[in-house]
């Protein structure tokens, strides 16, 4: 009989070479645990980054059919919405199959701008991609926008803010819901848009994606990537835009629209958009970040004190806090929000204080780093570190 251990055939038989083998391999094997768990330095494998969820949000439904367009076709902004949208998911389900695909609606019924932003938040999404079409008083433009949040610069835009804002007015007790946000007002829809966004650097990558591909790839007129106060955009906690497919009140462009090759072309677009975008941004973070973490004890501010700090990144994975990116930035804290880890360097005890970090912090390439205030280690607003610091 010959027998094999590791790989080398041994002529001699008999039980003592066995036992001399299995003794041999066994005690190889405490060594190697020795060393390791009194090393000090026991490694831990980080799982690697990975775009997993989608949530599509198709614009309106139901009570609420947005623009007719031209009338033509009957068939109002809801019905495009829907269609392209449901297109969009079935390239992704068919394609990348790490991917979740959740829609708002599937079918043509009413959702609340709240309770779509809800769905997304709630089910931990790693995008959100609002389906819409636009419309004008003229039927001369045409062209596809793609919109993140932000304040807009033109009237034009603060007018398809206030279009599509004005959804909440068929919700019931919507004065309650949005705190008594008027979709008519200007001023209203300017306060929206003025307030920090996390996510505006990965929603401004996407969105140039997606303007790129309808460009490149179905040959649409590029209206460009714009900002302007959506309320569905405001709510939700993740990187998340805001398409308009083509003006329904442009003959051409809402016979394309309504054609199943031109939905086609338009959710293909927005599905290679995606899938470049989830591919550098994977990419990227996993080349950033080691894929080992040493854990590493993390201070606490001092009992009964309000803190401002300044938050530089957001992740659906844990990254150590000693990582190679953070390296001239000082002590880093980690706090976890709507199942994210977010991290903030600085400890400041004045608004001002905090606002000269910040400059810091941007000078050093964390160009979207904003404000955050804490009390006791939990995130407050900062209207309120304000007025508790005053």
């Known amino acids: 009989m010959v027998y094999v251990v590791s790989g080398l055939p041994l002529v001699r038989t008999g039980p003592k070479l066995i036992n001399r083998t299995v003794r041999k391999r066994n005690f190889l094997l405490i060594v190697i645990l020795f060393a390791v768990c009194f090393s000090g330095k026991i490694p831990v494998t980080k799982e690697k ?39 969009l998911g079935k390239y992704i389900n068919d394609n990348l199959e790490d991917v979740k695909v959740i829609y708002t609606r599937d079918s043509d019924e009413f959702i609340g701008l709240k309770e779509r932003a809800n769905i997304a938040n709630e089910a931990g999404a790693d995008l959100f991609i609002c ?5 004008n008083n003229s039927s001369a433009p045409y062209g596809t926008n793609t919109y993140v949040m932000g304040l807009h610069k033109e009237k034009e835009h603060l007018e ?36 920090q966004k996390e996510y505006l650097d990965q929603s401004l990558a996407l969105a140039a994606q997606v303007q790129k591909q ?4 179905a040959k649409r007129r590029d209206r460009g990537v714009k900002q302007a106060g959506f309320m569905v955009l405001h709510q939700t906690t993740m990187p998340s835009i805001l398409i308009e497919t083509g003006f329904l009140t442009n003959k051409e462009e809402e016979k394309y629209l309504n054609s199943e090759s ?65 390296n001239e930035l000082g002590q880093m804290r980690e706090y976890i929000a709507a199942g994210y880890y977010k991290y903030t360097v600085g400890d400041e005890h004045s608004l001002e204080a905090a606002r000269k970090l910040q400059e810091v912090v941007q000078a050093k390439g964390f160009k979207s780093a904003f404000v955050v205030a804490f009390e006791n280690e939990r995130r407050i607003s900062l209207a309120d570190a304000i007025k508790k610091t005053q």
Do not use: C, W
Request: aromatic share 8%; no cysteine; proline share 5%.
């Open 160 to 195: 398809v803010a206030k279009r599509e804002n004005s959804s909440i007015l068929l919700e019931e007790n919507h004065q309650v819901k949005y705190e008594g946000f008027d979709p008519n007002s200007p001023e209203a829809n300017i306060i929206l848009a003025m307030v």
């Open 214 to 217: 309808f460009k490149e790839r």
């Open 49 to 87: 980054f990975r775009l997993r969820t989608v949530v599509i949000d198709p614009g309106h439904g139901g009570k609420d059919p947005g623009t007719l367009g031209t009338g033509r076709y009957k068939k109002h902004e809801k019905h495009i919405a829907l269609a392209i949208s449901l297109k």
């Open 262 to 326: 031109g939905q086609d072309y338009i959710a293909s677009a927005i599905y290679r958009a995606f899938k470049d975008y989830k591919s550098n941004v994977e990419d990227r973070m996993n080349r950033t970040f080691p894929t080992t973490v040493v854990p590493k004890v993390v201070d606490t501010v001092g009992a009964n004190t309000v803190a401002f700090r300044i938050q530089i990144v957001t992740s659906k994975t844990k990254i150590a806090l000693d990582s190679p990116e953070f």
């Open 131 to 135: 389906i819409h079409a636009n419309s």
